[in-house]
């Protein structure tokens, strides 16, 4: 009786936990976004975060296995916030792979977030399109 009772605790631990969590894709009129960032253009993503969102917000980039996606080059890619109390502020720098789940920062959140995806040095180049599941996201709340 009692290992049933804390069976049952834990389970609704955990979905109350998984509640309070929402995977917010970056604004856009529809998918997919194609990405394709070079030395000489960078690609910028807005999210909007639901109002009386509670933090924090976790941007992260995520892609399964196999996932289709172009690098050449110097791939380093750094992530600038455009906006927020730094705007130009470097917040990450990572490399996107298949088969991933890259934290890249968190924050405060904010009602509307965005970041510019630029190469960090040398000549490279990479390209991937975001669609539901495979991309770039912020965690809002507890996701972890």
Do not use: H, W
Not at 43 to 69: E, H, R, T
Request: negative net charge; glycine residues 10%; charged residues 15%.
């Amino acid at each position: 009786m009692r290992f049933t009772a804390i069976a049952a605790s834990l389970i609704a631990a955990a979905a109350s936990a998984s509640a309070a969590c929402l995977e917010q894709a970056p604004s856009t009129i529809g998918f997919p976004i194609n990405f394709d960032i070079t030395t000489t253009r960078t690609d910028a993503m807005s999210f909007q975060i639901p109002p009386n969102s509670v933090g924090p917000c976790q941007l992260i980039a995520k892609f399964p296995a196999g996932y289709p996606m172009t690098s050449t080059g110097s791939d380093l890619v750094n992530v600038r916030a455009l906006d927020g109390p730094a705007p130009g502020a470097l917040v990450g720098s990572l490399r996107f792979r298949p088969g991933t789940k890259v934290f890249i920062n968190s924050f405060a959140c904010r009602p509307v977030m965005s970041y510019e995806l630029s190469i960090a040095q040398g000549e490279g180049e990479v390209k991937f399109q975001e669609i539901a599941g495979a991309g770039l996201f912020m965690d809002v709340g507890d996701c972890y």
